[in-house]
């Protein structure tokens, strides 16, 4: 920052550095600490790194280090995990390290330089019983990491296993460090008290709810929504007058301007050396959800309460439970299961570990968690049937079930919801524990919170459970596999409300060489919106598969939708491909534009002509846009939830979308697919993705076809150009299987039908396709019984002995019957033939 006072606001962001970058060897300039950086070195941190283990599993690999530190300090890119380093052991013990100077020279792999002035945490990444890498924090204090800085670097700690966990298979994922730093909305900021200018970060403004437009860079307009009993305290923060201001903390409270009031904690201090008058004063600000708990028993049961109020999940107060009672309770093994019927169902133990837990427990570890019927285990089921909690004293003989957890004291603490009991929380400690009347208070008060929440967060997941099978159902299981191309898809639930939405999407094979993509958003996020978008899926397939084109598919989806009397609208894009020639028809209904990427990796929207929602009125018209795509072309179909947000517009979002699709290596259609949802806590709505590669046909059919008059030599026409057309493409060995189907289909659709019919002969690699087509809608019925006596019924049996497949799809107008025959040996200079359409009728 200037130190001539001047300001500046807007998004910055933590500085990170990936391992092996080459070094100069020259002192690195002087350089003021970014926001992320100033939060991490109120945790004491200089430098912060993330290991994971490598593919061999027998070593832990340096991901990323961040930090104002980077330049000061270096840590080993590779840490063999059956070293003495401390990141290996705190990976496989599962449980921190927090290492003072003296502490960290017996260790190996520490950073270097080191010194009197360094020490190190080294944290495990543990996410649903899985520890996935390893947070090493090297610091540069003598005294190691306070109480509070340790409980920050905790929750940092579970926020980088969070992000770690969601990119699993997602290996070209963003970094962790500055990620998961924002994930836990800390603030920071940089005064100069002289002139009133302050420095504020995104994250800061967004908490005392103002945009960067807003701000000015001046401090009274950084505190113009706090309540006005609160402005005295952030005056004395503002204006600090003597050296003894060292460092405060205090809460305040905000309105925003939705009207919603926040309660934030703020943390500031003077750096060392500012002389007489602070020349700085550096601070942090964060939500009281994740504000620093107090020591005293009404400080831990405010900050249990916050944080239960945030927990939607079963694993969340899962989490939160944890985090409330082992380390504040100095606790050595928490434990916490449902009560499901006669079973405990359990949902998390702390430490993950089997090898934590008795031996009976490692003998039931089924999958994630062991399980256990309550008659199994009696003290538990005393208490679960009196609803107290027992307090269980060092020596006290238990069932070897529990004996294990607590060698030196057990609490059994039954959780209580709604006038029964949901669960039940254990916490186990090795060393004697006396258990004090104030702890007894706290722990009955914590079980009941715990019980509460756990209720409400397993209504939670029973919901999205039941709306996640909705969405599932209605949308498609997989999608077919195309001769000429490859598509891929990506559905996302919304994060916020019911995670089941109105966005689809489909994948329609409308013969051997055309396809229909389609996309669309039915309006709100509900069981209604999932109901209509499942009724809207179906009936474009419908009259998709019936062989009509685009714009009257989507008319009469549209006419559909109206009919239905609903106060929904949606929107939809429909493309038909023609997969050997490339030729794309488009059809848009209030949607956004497609997306196609180029072969050379340029990008483009479609220009395609829009109209009206679906829904809206019922003559509305859709035009019908063509164009041609080359093999190595991506066409892109997405939803508004990708693209636009709160705080994303459509066009920077249409934009962003654009070169994520420039960037992404289209050989594999998956990894581009996931590269195009970018960053998945992004998201306010339900997102749909379809890519399709078109790649080109490689074996390309020959065709012919021939108009079938109906005359009483007809059938006789039709055999003599069906055997010219077989001799033609040197495949005459399966003649008589082939003259035999078209004599029968052809006497079918003029004996049982009126008007024109068609007959369409395809060769495709090796099989030979017979297709009749007529005008009638009623697809041809086998008989159930034919005997000696019946005088027909025969012919159908006879196609279907001697075809590899049979069937009867409908078409516009009418319906088509196709056989296909196999040929037995193929010409090889068939299969690069060009193709041709013949056409004829009766000489």
């Given at each position: 920052m200037p130190h001539d006072g001047g300001a500046r606001a807007g998004v910055s962001q933590l500085r990170a550095?990936?391992?092996?970058?080459?070094?100069?060897?020259?002192?690195?300039?002087?350089?003021?600490?970014?926001?992320?950086?100033?939060?991490?070195?109120?945790?004491?941190?200089?430098?912060?790194?993330?290991?994971?283990?490598?593919?061999?599993?027998?070593?832990?690999l340096l991901l990323e280090t961040a930090g104002d530190g980077t330049d000061r300090y270096r840590l080993p890119e590779r840490l063999p995990l059956a070293g003495g380093s401390a990141a290996a052991r705190a990976f496989s013990g599962g449980r921190p390290l927090w290492l003072t100077p003296a502490a960290l020279a017996s260790y190996e792999g520490g950073p270097t330089p080191?010194?009197?002035?360094?020490?190190?945490?080294?944290?495990?990444?543990?996410?649903?019983?899985?520890?996935?890498?390893?947070?090493?924090?090297?610091?540069?204090?003598?005294?190691?990491?306070?109480?509070?800085?340790?409980?920050?670097?905790?929750?940092?700690?579970?926020?980088?296993?969070?992000?770690?966990?969601?990119?699993?298979?997602?290996?070209?994922?963003?970094?962790?460090?500055?990620?998961?730093?924002r994930a836990l909305s800390v603030g920071s900021f940089v005064l100069v008290p002289d002139s009133g200018v302050i420095e504020a970060d995104e994250t800061l403004l967004d908490l005392v709810g103002l945009t960067p437009d807003e701000f000015d860079g001046k401090a009274d307009s950084l505190i113009a929504n706090a309540l006005p009993e609160d402005m005295h305290a952030l005056m004395s923060v503002l204006e600090p007058a003597t050296p003894a201001f060292a460092r405060r903390e205090l809460e305040f409270r905000v309105r925003c301007p939705t009207g919603e009031m926040r309660w934030l904690s703020l943390s500031c201090r003077v750096p060392a050396g500012s002389g007489d008058r602070p020349q700085q004063v550096l601070g942090v600000v964060t939500p009281t959800s994740v504000q620093r708990r107090g020591a005293d028993d009404v400080s831990r049961i405010q900050w249990l309460t916050a944080a239960l109020d945030d927990a939607t999940t079963v694993h969340d107060v899962a989490r939160v439970a944890v985090t409330a009672l082992r380390e504040p309770l100095c606790a050595d093994r928490v434990a916490l299961a449902?009560?499901?019927?006669?079973?405990?169902?359990?949902?998390?133990?702390?430490?993950?570990?089997?090898?934590?837990?008795?031996?009976t427990w490692r003998s039931e570890w089924r999958s994630e968690w062991p399980d256990a019927p309550v008659r199994a285990l009696p003290t538990l089921q005393l208490a679960l049937r009196d609803g107290r909690m027992d307090l269980w004293p060092a020596g006290t003989p238990l069932e070897p079930q529990l004996a294990g957890i607590g060698a030196g004291g057990l609490a059994v603490m039954p959780l209580p919801a709604k006038g029964g009991v949901v669960g039940v929380c254990l916490v186990g400690w090795d060393q004697p524990h006396e258990f004090a009347t104030e702890e007894r208070s706290v722990l009955t008060a914590t079980a009941a919170l715990i019980g509460q929440a756990l209720e409400r967060a397993h209504a939670y997941d029973a919901e999205q459970e039941l709306a996640t099978l909705l969405q599932r159902s209605l949308l498609p299981r997989r999608l077919p596999e195309l001769p000429g191309g490859t598509a891929v898809a990506r559905y996302l639930p919304a994060r916020r409300g019911l995670q089941v939405g109105g966005d689809w999407y489909d994948v329609i094979v409308i013969s051997e060489d055309r396809v229909a993509l389609v996309i669309g958003d039915v309006q709100g996020h509900s069981a209604g919106a999932a109901t209509i978008m499942g009724q809207m899926r179906t009936a474009v397939r419908a009259y998709a598969v019936e062989g009509h084109p685009p714009d009257v598919v989507v008319s009469h989806a549209n006419r559909l939708l109206v009919g239905m009397e609903t106060d929904l609208f949606a929107t939809c894009c429909y493309v038909e491909l023609d997969l050997e020639e490339g030729n794309a028809l488009f059809v848009r209904a209030g949607h956004l534009a497609p997306l196609l990427r180029q072969p050379d990796g340029t990008t483009e929207e479609v220009e395609v002509e829009g109209g009206l929602p679906l829904g809206v009125l019922a003559e509305a018209e859709f035009p019908m846009t063509a164009a041609a795509l080359t093999p190595g072309t991506v066409l892109a179909l997405v939803t508004d939830g990708l693209v636009e947000a709160a705080d994303l517009p459509?066009?920077?979002?249409?934009?962003?979308?654009?070169?994520?699709?420039?960037?992404?290596?289209?050989?594999?259609?998956?990894?581009?697919?996931?590269?195009?949802?970018?960053?998945?806590?992004?998201?306010?709505?339900?997102?749909?993705?379809?890519?399709?590669?078109?790649d080109g046909m490689t074996v390309r059919p020959i065709r012919s076809g021939w108009v079938v008059w109906r005359l009483p030599d007809a059938v006789m026409h039709a055999r003599r150009f069906t055997a010219r057309t077989l001799r033609r493409w040197k495949v005459a060995e399966v003649a008589d299987g082939v003259l035999l189907v078209v004599s029968e289909l052809v006497t079918n659709a003029l004996v049982h039908t009126q008007g024109p019919v068609r007959l369409d002969l395809i060769l495709r690699g090796d099989l030979v396709r017979v297709c009749v087509s007529d005008a009638s809608p009623r697809a041809p019925a086998k008989p159930v019984i034919v005997d000696w006596e019946s005088t027909g019924g025969r012919g159908l049996l006879l196609v279907e002995a001697m075809s590899e497949s049979f069937g009867s799809v409908p078409v516009a107008g009418g319906k088509q019957v196709w056989s296909e025959i196999r040929v037995p040996r193929r010409e090889p200079s068939l299969m690069g033939s060009a193709p041709r359409e013949e056409g004829g009728g009766p000489p």
């Open positions: 550095s990936q391992p092996g970058a080459a070094s100069t060897g020259a002192a690195p300039p002087a350089r003021e600490a970014v926001p992320g950086e100033r939060a991490l070195t109120f945790a004491g941190a200089a430098l912060a790194a993330v290991y994971a283990p490598g593919a061999g599993q027998d070593e832990l080191s010194g009197a002035q360094t020490s190190l945490s080294a944290l495990p990444l543990t996410a649903e019983g899985r520890t996935l890498g390893c947070l090493v924090v090297v610091g540069a204090s003598a005294d190691g990491f306070e109480a509070g800085q340790r409980r920050f670097l905790t929750r940092y700690a579970d926020a980088v296993a969070d992000l770690l966990r969601a990119r699993a298979d997602r290996p070209a994922a963003p970094s962790l460090l500055g990620p998961a730093l449902e009560l499901r019927e006669d079973r405990l169902i359990v949902i998390v133990l702390d430490p993950p570990q089997p090898a934590a837990w008795p031996e459509l066009d920077e979002g249409m934009d962003r979308t654009r070169a994520a699709l420039a960037a992404a290596d289209p050989a594999d259609a998956g990894r581009m697919a996931d590269e195009l949802l970018g960053d998945a806590g992004r998201r306010e709505d339900d997102v749909a993705l379809l890519l399709l590669r078109y």
